[in-house]
């Protein structure tokens, strides 16, 4: 069975920097879209950071520039890299797997595997 577990979160400072890490157990990353999610409280999932097929990464507007995320094929390991964290990014973040297209990589729809979440906290 497929299983994402990750790691990193906390609460932090707005400004400050937090390192998210997701291993994945029992698939393969590097074939398939892998990415990062997140859920604040009362709202639905928003894609954040994600790697396509091709391994092209996008990014939602809100961290761009902000926001890294890369990954280790030879762990089945990703990582999100957050700086300058704002208050707006407090959610639970997810990193999930699954098959998509090019264009969905930060919709959580094609996405079959989840992890069960990371609380990032962010205070002013």
């Known amino acids: 069975q497929v299983q994402l577990v990750e790691s990193g979160g906390g609460s932090v400072q707005a400004g400050g920097s937090l390192r998210l890490t997701c291993t994945v157990y029992r698939y393969t990353t590097s074939r398939y879209c892998v990415g990062w999610f997140r859920q604040a409280p009362g709202k639905e999932h928003e894609g954040v950071a994600a790697y396509d097929v091709y391994g092209t990464p996008g990014y939602t507007d809100s961290v761009k520039g902000r926001f890294t995320i890369s990954q280790d094929n030879a762990k089945n390991t990703l990582y999100l890299q957050m700086s300058s964290l704002k208050p707006d990014d407090t959610a639970m973040y997810y990193c999930?797997?699954?098959?998509?297209?090019?264009?969905?990589?930060?919709?959580?729809?094609?996405?079959?595997?989840w992890g069960q979440g990371t609380q990032v906290t962010v205070s002013s």
């Open positions: 999930a797997a699954g098959s998509c297209l090019p264009w969905e990589r930060l919709s959580p729809v094609p996405y079959n595997f």
